[in-house]
T-cell receptor, first 114, second 114 residues
Framework: DAGITQSPRHKVTETGTPVTLRCHQT?????MYWYRQDPGHGLRLIHYSYGVKDTDKGEVSDGYSVSRSKTEDFLLTLESATSSQTSVYFC?????????????FGPGTRLLVL | QKEVEQDPGPLSVPEGAIVSLNCTYSNSAFQYFMWYRQYSRKGPELLMYTYSSGNKEDGRFTAQVDKSSKYISLFIRDSQPSDSATYLC??????????????FGTGTLLAVQP
């Protein structure tokens, strides 16, 4: 998985609770991404980062926030989890500008919101 | 209408068959085309990427892009049971442009029967 780890790998939580997912990379890549994967929708971009403290919204950012204080770590926070946020969450990294945007994915986090 | 359409399958073939997987798209600005393979409960892994139109071959895999028809294909020769996975197409516009994020298809589930 290209030097990418995600934690936790599985989580069950209750509606209304905050949840933070962590992505850690050892490749020193500039770009990091958070996706969610749901049946019938494929992979959809939530937020991405193009450097430390530089982030931007993706296609489905409502209800999510992110932070990147170090190159290697990208955190995704669900401020108040809802059942519609039950999904598999993938982190991805890429080298970014200067070559085609090929992204390498982590192993995923399965989140169940009851 | 989704920007990228992909038949979800499932597609079941006997071992040794030639497999054809396809995606269509609507955004003529897409210039980079990728194929990812995703095993069950794993993160997607990059198989191949191509820039603009044409063919690219890597072992048993051939990626083909027809920009005039907005149609891309992945061919797998001499398919093996280990090829059983979900195959995701992904696309991106010109570097630095408004569409410099990957847009994914929903994936096609392939089963190669021994």
């Amino acid at each position: 998985d290209a030097g990418i780890t995600q934690s936790p790998r599985h989580k069950v939580t209750e509606t209304g609770t905050p949840v933070t997912l962590r992505c850690h990379q050892t490749e020193n890549h500039r770009y990091m991404y958070w996706y969610r994967q749901d049946p019938g929708h494929g992979l959809r971009l939530i937020h991405y980062s193009y450097g430390v403290k530089d982030t931007d919204k993706g296609e489905v950012s409502d209800g999510y926030s992110v932070s990147r204080s170090k190159t290697e770590d990208f955190l995704l926070t669900l401020e108040s989890a809802t059942s519609s946020q039950t999904s598999v969450y993938f982190c991805a990294i890429s080298e970014g500008r200067g070559r085609p945007e090929t992204q390498y994915f982590g192993p995923g986090t399965r989140l169940l919101v009851l | 209408q989704k920007e990228v359409e992909q038949d979800p399958g499932p597609l079941s073939v006997p071992e040794g068959a030639i497999v054809s997987l396809n995606c269509t798209y609507s955004n003529s600005a897409f210039q980079y085309f990728m194929w990812y393979r995703q095993y069950s409960r794993k993160g997607p892994e990059l198989l191949m990427y191509t820039y603009s139109s044409g063919n690219k071959e890597d072992g048993r895999f051939t990626a083909q892009v027809d920009k005039s028809s907005k149609y891309i294909s992945l061919f797998i020769r001499d398919s093996q049971p280990s090829d059983s996975a979900t195959y995701l197409c992904a696309m991106m516009g010109p570097y630095g442009g408004a569409t410099n994020k990957l847009i994914f298809g929903t994936g096609t589930l392939l089963a190669v029967q021994p």
